[in-house]
Structures are given as C-alpha cells and as structure tokens.
C-alpha cells in the first residue's frame, strides 16, 4: 500500500554554505534579543562575518566536483558556487554600504541584518534549485525580505511607498508566475526542470497550451527583473527605498530574478525555441531602448540609475533570446555560452551597481540629495569618490578601461554568432545594442561632465569625509571593475567550467 | 539557392504552427478582459441603480462591517496589540500543520524525521525568543 520511505542522503558539504548562513541568522537573532540598545553596531559585524564565513565552504566546493541532491533538484554545480559566490560578495558589500546610513537613522539594525541575510539564503537557494518548487520557494524566500526593507524607513512617506509597489507588483508577479507553473505541472505531471525538459520534448502536450503556460511564467519572471513593460515599480521603488537597500534590490535581487529565468528557460523550456524567441526577442528590444529613452530624462541619479538598470535588464535579456537560435542549431555548447555571457555579465554587473550606489550614499551624506546637479564640482570636494563613480559609470557605458565592455562585448558576441546562424533576430539584437550604447553613453557621461564642471559661483566646499567602511565599498568595487576591464580572463576563465543546460540535462 | 523551395515549405509551416500557437495567447488574453467586462457589467444590472439623475441611498455611505450594521462612533479606541497575537498563532499554527502529518508517519521516518523535525522547530523557536524578548508576550 504505502510505499517505504527512503530517506533522502543529505550531503552536509554541497549545503555547507546555506547551514553557516542559517547559523549567522541564529546567531544574529539571538544576540539581538539580548543585547543592549548601545551594542548594535555588533549585529553588523555578526552579518558580516556569517557572509565571509560562508565564503570558506564556496571555496572547498569550488575545488570539489559537482555535486546534486535529491535526484537533480539540487545542484551544486560550477555554476551555483559562482553565483552563490556572488550573490555572499553582492551580501558583504551591501552590509558595508549600510552600516553607517542603518546605524546613524537608528533604522532596527538587528533586523535589517536579519532581513539582508535570509534574502541573501533566498538567492544562494534559487542558484541550486533545479525544481519549480524550489526556484518558487527560494524566489520568495529572497523576495519577502526585500517587501520589508524598501519599506524599512517607517516614518517617510516615499519608503511607504517603495515597499508598498514593491510588494503589490511582486505578489502579483507571483500569482502569475505560480499560474504558469500550475499549467506547466499539468502538461507534464513533473517539477524537476530536467523532467519538464523531457516531457516537452516527447511532444505530448499540445503546442497552444505549452506557449501559454510559458508565457506566464516569463511574464512571471519579467516583473522581478523590472523588464518594459513590467518595470513601473522599478524606479519608485529604488528612489524611495533606503539606498543601501535600492543597492541590494538593484543588483542582488535582480541578479536572483535572472538566476530564477536562466534556471527555468535554459534548462525546461530550452526546447521551445520557437515561443521563447517571440516572447524574449521584443521583450530584450522594448527593455533596453525604453530603459535607456527614459533615463535621459531623469535628473535624479538614483532614478536614473534605476532606468539604466532597466535598460541593462534588456542587454542581459538578449542572451537568453538568442539562446534558442543555438539550440535549435543543435550546438548545446554554444547555448551554454550564450548563459555563461550572461552569468559574466551579472558579475560585472553586480560590481558597477553595487560601487555606483555606494557612491551616491557617500555623496548624499553631504548633500542629502540624489539630484544629480547636486554632484557638480565633486572633483573638487570629493575627488576620489568622483574618479570612482566616473570609473562605474563608464564601466555603464562600455568605455574600455572599465569593466562594463567586456560584458557588453560577450553579449554583442552572442548575438553576432546567433545572427550568423541564420537567424535575423540576433543581428537585430545586436543592432540595438548598438544603437542603445550611444544613447546610453550619453547620460553617463552627462553625469561625469557634471561632477567634472564646477559653478564658477559655488563657494569652494570642505573636502567630503566618508567612513571607513563606505570607502572600503567604494575601493573594492572600483578595483574589481578596473581589473575585470584590463584582465577580462579574470571572469571569463572562471565562467569557463560553468554549464547550465549539459550538466543539467545531460545534452 | 536549390533548397529554397524546401526550406520555404517548411517556413509555412512553421508559420501556421506559430499562428495557432500565439492564437491561444491572444484568445486568453481576451477571454480575460471579457471576464472583467463582464463581470463588472453584471454588477452594474443587479446593483440598485439610482437613475439619471437620481442621488445614492444613504446605505451606500454606511461603512461596511462585514455584513454587521456600524455601532459606535468612529474614533472608538480598539485593541491593537491583538495582532502581534494574531501573526504569533499563525506562526504556531503553521507549525502544526506540518507536525500533525509528520507525527502520525514518524516510526516510517525515523531518526532522520526526528533531527529534521527538530532543526524546524528550533528555527521557528528562535521567532518565539524574539518575540518573548521584544516584550510581545507581556499583556501590558
């Protein structure tokens, strides 16, 4: 009657990096509760070094082999431990850039730790999980924390505001999102993503149903990553929220919704190239030219990072658009290439936002605003943060000594290689991208012409002061940035092993 | 260019299957604002309709209590605290909608069921910890 259970074998190394996280959780709730009102500053150094101490067992696992539980639904692959790597460094640095802005507001230091934590858990999950029910748990498992801490500056009206958006868009994009999975579950009867991948491939469901349920799930997917036209919430919520949040939902968060969209297209619904390609293609298209339309316009750096963010969501979409084009080729490697750019792109990606945001806090500490003429003659007053946004904006706009263009490269290669395969859609990609990096250089250099320029008016300012800890943010980012821009083998040999779709499938 | 002919065969294909594919998309994407249509214009027939012209019943400016008719003056004081009570039972009650299940089946798990069962009410516990220290359990 009953069949016997059998208990699933844990493998205690592959989840060492959650188990240390879930310990600084613990460690960090408890010392909350029992300490003074005076002693919060602890609570940062506690998160801190749960973040790094979850770095040693990356590393042992990164010597390791790949490693999988619970029959393939949980995988420790290249690829996890690079991204879950990322998303604990993403973690760090958001800690560094709030100690002072959460401790001087006086904005419950305890939880805000605890709430940065359990997202950060959220994301390293969704970099494993290759189930739907996995990704749906990791995805809200990363994506509550984030409700709570745009609206973590209670008496202001805007952060209200943020955390309200936040959470109505993202409960919304959840319902549909769970939609398309329940169809998906219906066609197949399966959640392992390889499963699902199979089933399709048998032909059995019928093609209608199949374009729909995928549909939902992208459309699901394209509100995490603030894709047009899904992007509304987007700049509200950046501009509203506290910044070192705006920093962790723009770069951590984003980056996750991307993991989440990598898992599912590439590994169940790679076969479907056909309705991948018509929803992706125009959804890469509208996403980075309105992106970049609209941010012209803005005069507020904060939503003009936001918008740019949007416009980047469209260049990272256009691997995965493009990825159907090599599958279809039959050339699996190359299909995987296409997700390794776009892991390569995330981390650079990752390094600009983070530094940009980090940077705008320092400034807002003097001026307390985010209007961008509010930055004019930083390179009077504040010279070294002003090369530092000037190295992250141009690393934006692919200027070469900046890491941004080697990111911008691959994905320009992508699409090059996928248009030569026949297919118009990836020369068209590429066309845009193009078109879009111009319109793009414009308002980053825009920005960097104004911290250059001073008033002749303007009194001569005191030199701007920023604590150790926002300055270490700044360091590290703009190093890896310059580095990653002069050595690019530096992530793309790290990316090398890195597969999505063969380790997943076995194709 | 010989193989064109095949290749333009197989293009129209493609394209009729691309036609009905997207054609469900496009029909449920209808099917969906007709729904709201529809159910809005339901709404509109069966609800009382004031007439051109007309004013609202004063019912429609009573607030809505559930079904219960409105007692008391508006700025009556209520009992805030209950909902920190509120979300501490939802958190036990969540506990048990996974122990019952697991206790009925436990001599099948085993120790693994114990030490699993174990790690999950320790980390609900520690919300208990918290709210314990944050003075929630004090009726003040």
Redesign the interface.
């Known amino acids: 009657m ?1 069949a ?2 059998v ?2 074998t844990l493998d205690y190394h592959a989840l060492a990096p959650e188990i240390v996280l ?1 310990g600084a959780l ?1 460690a960090l ?2 010392y ?3 300490s003074s009102e005076l002693n919060k500053r602890v609570t940062a150094a506690i998160a801190q070094l749960g973040l790094l101490g979850a770095i040693v067992p990356i590393l042992t696992l990164w010597a390791g082999d790949p490693r999988s539980m619970f029959d393939g639904a949980y995988a420790v692959d290249k690829y996890a431990i690079i991204l879950k790597g990322l998303f604990l460094a993403a973690g760090y640095l958001v800690v560094l850039i709030s100690v002072h802005y959460i401790g001087e507001g006086d904005y419950w230091e305890g939880e805000y730790y605890t709430l940065l934590l359990s997202s950060v858990l959220g994301m390293m999950l969704m970099a494993s999980a290759r189930d739907l029910i996995s990704v749906f748990v990791a995805l809200e498992v990363l994506s509550i924390p984030g409700y709570m801490l745009a609206a973590w500056r209670k008496r202001d009206l805007a952060s209200g505001e943020a955390g309200v958006k936040y959470y109505l868009m993202g409960v919304f994009a959840t319902a549909v999102l769970l939609y398309g999975m329940s169809l998906v579950y219906g066609l197949t009867g399966q959640t392992q993503l390889r499963a699902i991948a199979d089933a399709f491939a048998s032909g059995q469901a019928p ?6 349920a995928i ?1 939902f799930v992208l459309v699901g997917f394209a509100f995490k990553v603030s894709a047009v036209p899904f992007h509304t919430w987007a700049p509200d919520t950046y501009e509203g929220a506290p910044t070192p949040v705006t920093a962790f939902l723009a770069v951590a968060s984003k980056t996750a919704g991307f993991v989440a969209l990598m898992n599912v297209v590439a590994v169940a619904f790679h076969g479907q190239t ?2 991948l390609r ?1 929803m992706l293609v125009p959804l890469a298209a509208i996403t980075m030219t309105v992106g970049n339309l609209i941010a012209v316009r803005q005069t507020n750096i904060i939503r003009m990072l936001a918008y740019s963010g949007v416009a980047q969501a469209g260049y990272m979409l256009c691997p995965l658009a493009v990825m159907g084009t090599f599958v279809k080729a039959n050339d699996m490697a190359a299909a995987d290439n296409s997700v390794r750019t776009l892991l390569v792109y995330l981390i650079i990606y990752a390094a600009m936002n983070l530094g940009g945001f980090a940077v705008v806090i320092a400034v807002a500490r003097r001026t307390g605003s985010g209007e961008i003429s509010s930055m004019r003659g930083m390179f009077q007053w504040a010279p070294g943060m002003m090369m530092a946004l000037a190295i992250f904006l141009g690393g934006f706009a692919g200027i070469p000594p900046a890491g941004g263009w080697f990111g911008k490269f691959a994905i320009f290669k992508t699409t090059m290689d996928a248009g030569a395969l026949n297919d118009g859609a990836g020369y068209f990609l590429a066309f845009l991208i193009g078109i879009n990096s111009v319109i793009a250089a414009f308002y980053y250099v825009r920005v960097i012409w104004t911290m250059v320029s001073g008033n002749e008016g303007d009194l001569p300012q005191a030199p701007l002061k920023s604590p150790a800890a926002l300055r270490a943010a700044v360091f590290i980012t703009a190093v890896a940035v310059v580095a990653i821009g002069v050595v690019p083998t530096l992530v793309s040999h790290i990316t090398d092993n890195a597969t999505l779709i063969a380790a997943a499938t076995g194709r | 260019m010989s193989g064109s002919g095949a290749q333009a065969a197989h293009t129209a294909m ?1 394209y009729s ?2 036609l ?6 496009v029909i ?1 994407g209808f099917l969906a604002l007709g729904m709201v249509g529809f159910m809005l214009g339901v709404g509109s027939l069966l609800r009382p309709n004031p007439g051109k012209g007309g004013t609202y019943q004063g019912q429609k400016y009573l607030t809505y209590e559930s079904g219960v008719d409105p007692a008391g003056f508006l700025w009556s004081q209520t009992q805030v605290r209950y909902y920190v009570f509120a979300l501490l039972f939802v958190m036990f009650d969540v506990e048990a909608v996974f122990i019952f299940p697991w206790a009925t ?1 436990l001599e ?3 120790t ?1 069921g114990l030490i699993e069962m174990f790690v999950f009410i320790v ?1 609900l516990a ?1 919300g208990l ?2 709210a ?3 003075k929630v359990l004090q009726w003040l």
């Open positions: 009953d016997p259970f208990t699933p879930v613990a709730i408890l909350d509760v029992f093609k209608p149903v199949l374009s729909l549909v056909d309705v018509w | 493609d299957d691309f009905r594919q997207w054609l469900t998309v449920f089946e099948r798990y085993g693994f980390l520690l910890v918290y314990w220290r944050k």
